[in-house]
């Protein structure tokens, strides 16, 4: 239940969650979509898939992480746990900065959906140690790799003390969710201001996404109602120059409509505290 959650700090009804998915694939394994738009026969691996996402932490995070020290705000971002290995340096900077680090499985193609459970506790576990020995943070959240969950997730979060998990879409605010294993806060994740389906699959210019960030919180703004609007860059995707330039004009959008600034983990504390 959200009705005790009527408003964010300063009485503010809008707010702006920055999230930085920071993903890495398993050396076999290369993003299913990507910016040449036809995929390989079956077993080929797309080499020019694998370099391209390799700009996320070679460079995509770097320049992510100059931007928002800049722009003095904090974000949410989401780690595959195998760049504790490939650039644990990138990983420690991410804590250092004040910014949340949130659990994203252990590569992106380790989808919850396509494992067992006992495979997929393995692998949060591992995820949540390794990522806390190298930033020094502990994982409040989690979202899987494509959003994609199995029917277990949720249960083996709870049972791993995760406080909140993104991977629910039916509707605007958190709520409880219930499991065998204990409640976790369910923290609704917007797909709607996105870069990667926005400017990969559908092919819209990165400047879309201010148009699409103005056009949501407008919508908030007319139905006068509480909200927060995602809106998501992935490192190896909109974290180059003309991503960088669309996510400085959407903060500056937020500041002059008055909107809080926050990270996923804020917005479930302020959740709980209602309660």
Not at 39 to 53: E, H
Not at 73 to 101: C, K
Not at 128 to 144: C, D, F, K, N, Y
Request: hydrophobic share 40%; glycine share 10%; net charge negative.
């Amino acid at each position: 239940m959200t009705e005790s959650l009527t408003s964010w700090p300063e009485g503010r009804t809008g707010a702006l969650v920055i999230n930085i998915m920071f993903e890495q694939w398993a050396p076999d394994a290369a993003p299913g979509l990507g910016p040449m738009g036809n995929p390989l026969p079956g077993g080929a691996v797309d080499y020019q898939a694998l370099s391209w996402a390799d700009y996320g932490w070679r460079t995509g995070v770097w320049s992510a992480l100059d931007l928002l020290e800049k722009e003095q705000l904090p974000a949410t971002f989401y780690v595959s746990g195998m760049l504790t290995e490939t650039a644990p340096d990138a990983v420690r900077a991410i804590a250092e900065s004040g910014h949340e680090i949130s659990g994203h499985s252990w590569a992106q193609n380790r989808i919850p959906a396509l494992i067992g459970a006992d495979e997929e506790r393995a692998e949060i576990e591992r995820c949540t140690e390794q990522l806390a020995s190298v930033s020094g943070q502990r994982p409040r959240g989690w979202i899987s790799p494509r959003c994609t969950p199995s029917a277990s997730t949720g249960e083996l979060l709870a049972d791993a003390g995760y406080e909140w998990w993104g991977d629910v879409f039916d509707a605007d605010l958190p709520y409880w969710l219930d499991t065998p294993s204990g409640s976790i806060t369910a923290l609704p994740f917007g797909l709607e201001i996105n870069d990667l389906p926005m400017t990969v699959r559908y092919g819209q210019p990165t400047r879309e996404l201010v148009s699409s960030f103005e056009f949501e919180a407008r919508g908030l703004s007319l139905q006068r109602r509480l909200g927060y609007i995602d809106v998501t860059l992935h490192a190896h995707v909109g974290c180059r120059p003309a991503g960088l330039l669309a996510l400085t004009e959407i903060i500056a959008v937020a500041r002059r409509l008055g909107f809080w600034i926050a990270t996923r983990g804020d917005i479930v504390d302020q959740f709980i505290d209602a309660e």
